[in-house]
């Protein structure tokens, strides 16, 4: 039974009060005073406490603060005779569970008392009973997708009740889920297999990876606007769903969209395309001084900030005072927010950010990161703890501070990888685990979308028969030689460069300071 501590100087009043709660099921120790209020409070543990704003001797507000120095854990309602607004604003700054108005009934203690106490297992009922209800409805649904958008919509459902099932206990529900996102990923790579080349000759299609500055970027540069256009590598929309609350304190989203990464969804592939406002065909034709192959040595994306600035040109932008930063690691990232003022005067101010990504990869080879990021909630998880003190969050807040219009978005997903698919090719084979590309390549078609003629998807094609072949699902690819340790090190790593949901569905926000 909930124990509850109730301070009033004129608890004498409420016996009415208390006998309807202790029929409800909760006990209560009373007192008329602060000072008496604290000896209780240390003697003995309380799930709750109603706390007087307005008594004798020590006001509520003080017993609140000693209270939260003593187990600063105890959910405490403040109850007080004024609405003055200074009042509210100390409680609340002091972190109090509710606030309540004089004259108080017991419905609403009650209320207040299911909410403090009950709240995230009334929550976790409702996500419960609300998945089992429309299970049904989202499989049928699922084997019906045609188009982009409705497997746009559909992923996104799954998310919501993925997230809402974050908070449940049930494990059983939580499997049922995984297993029915199994499902539609199996589908989802039918979907793609069937129509990502037709995109490419077609305006029946997604927005693509090449067309986001043009699309998303360029007319906000053209209405006047400063431009705060920030890259996070490798954001799922998931993750953007656990960090949208924080941005959103700081922001109003005036769009809030997605868009589908080309494939290879690789970093080198899908982020050129981005910042080149080309395909990777195109920048190796138009541009090869900016293109490096897989076999070369040095970063793949060394050249985004010169394919930026190329982009705006041909968008007629090239007036523009545009600066390009590229985030590594948190020494780079304390540097860039230090010296961040000296952006000001420019109209377009680009930032990659590779937290995420490195946190992906990380997990691969360090195994307190594996454990940190367990599965996808844990991963979202860490992914919500690193953006609330992070320097790119002051870097959002400092772009609001000075007039900056905020273009948030990323270059492509991760998945969970767990299925080993065995690949065999020559010397020059690529060795990403989620796509291939070579010739003479032998591997299990069902479990890859083949894809024979490059060009036809805007990929560069090094020999008169390369194909690319690209992961479907969870699947990954191996190599025969030492088989079983390479899918033992790599299972349940999080990957990229093939097809999924998790990795082609992917936000962009348009991002309004407050």
Not at 116 to 143: P, S
């Amino acid at each position: 039974m909930p124990n509850i501590l109730w301070v009033d100087d004129e608890i004498h009043m409420l016996k009415g009060h208390l006998l309807f709660l202790e029929g409800k099921g909760y006990s209560f120790e009373t007192c008329n005073n602060g000072n008496d209020a604290l000896e209780e409070f240390e003697r003995q543990p309380f799930d709750a406490v109603f706390l007087d704003e307005n008594m004798p001797g020590l006001t509520g507000l003080e017993v609140l603060e000693r209270m939260k120095s003593i187990r600063p854990e105890v959910p405490v309602v403040m109850i007080t005779k004024s609405e003055e607004e200074s009042i509210m604003e100390m409680a609340i700054g002091s972190k109090i569970a509710d606030y309540l108005i004089k004259p108080v009934n017991p419905n609403q203690v009650l209320l207040s008392l299911k909410k403090i106490l009950k709240g995230k297992e009334l929550v976790t009922q409702q996500a419960t009973r609300g998945y089992q209800q429309v299970f049904g409805k989202l499989t049928m649904d699922m084997q019906s997708l045609r188009s982009w958008e409705e497997w746009a919509n559909f992923y996104k459902e799954l998310l919501r009740w993925e997230l809402e099932l974050d908070q449940s206990s049930e494990d059983g529900l939580k499997s049922v889920l995984a297993t029915q996102k199994n499902e539609a990923n199996e589908l989802f790579g039918r979907f793609i297999s069937n129509n990502y080349e037709s995109w490419f000759s077609s305006n029946e299609r997604p927005m693509l990876s090449h067309e986001v500055v043009g699309n998303v970027v360029a007319p906000q540069i053209r209405k006047g606007e400063k431009v705060f256009f920030v890259v996070i590598d490798n954001l799922r929309l998931d993750q953007w769903m656990v960090i949208k609350p924080m941005i959103s304190e700081d922001f109003n989203i005036a769009t809030e969209n997605i868009y589908s990464s080309i494939l290879p969804s690789a970093t080198q592939y899908a982020r050129n395309a981005l910042f080149a406002g080309m395909v990777p065909a195109d920048i190796k034709k138009k541009m090869p001084q900016y293109w490096k192959e897989e076999h070369e040595e040095g970063s793949k994306n060394e050249f985004e900030g010169e394919l930026f600035a190329e982009q705006l040109k041909s968008l007629g932008l090239g007036d523009k005072q545009v600066r390009y930063h590229k985030v590594t690691n948190m020494r780079v990232a304390n540097k860039f927010v230090s010296n961040i003022h000296q952006n000001k005067q420019a109209d377009v101010v680009a930032l990659v950010y590779n937290f995420v990504d490195t946190l992906s990869h990380a997990r691969t080879d360090v195994e307190v990161i594996r454990e940190l990021a367990s599965d996808d909630n844990a991963y979202r998880r860490v992914t919500a703890t690193w953006f609330e003190g992070s320097p790119l969050r002051k870097a959002l807040k400092w772009a609001a501070e000075n007039g900056f219009k905020v273009v948030l978005t990323t270059d492509h997903g991760t998945v969970n990888v767990n299925r080993a698919t065995k690949v065999v090719g020559t010397r020059d084979l690529t060795t990403n685990l989620r796509f291939k590309n070579g010739n003479g390549m032998s591997y299990q078609g069902k479990h890859s979308f083949v894809v024979k003629s490059p060009e036809k998807i805007g990929l560069p094609k090094h020999h008169i028969v390369d194909e690319y072949i690209f992961a479907l699902n969870d699947h990954f690819y191996a190599y025969p030689n030492n088989f079983n340790h390479y899918v033992k090190y790599y299972r349940n790593t999080y990957q990229h460069g093939g097809v999924s949901l998790e990795e082609l569905i992917i936000p962009y926000v348009v991002l309004d300071a407050k």
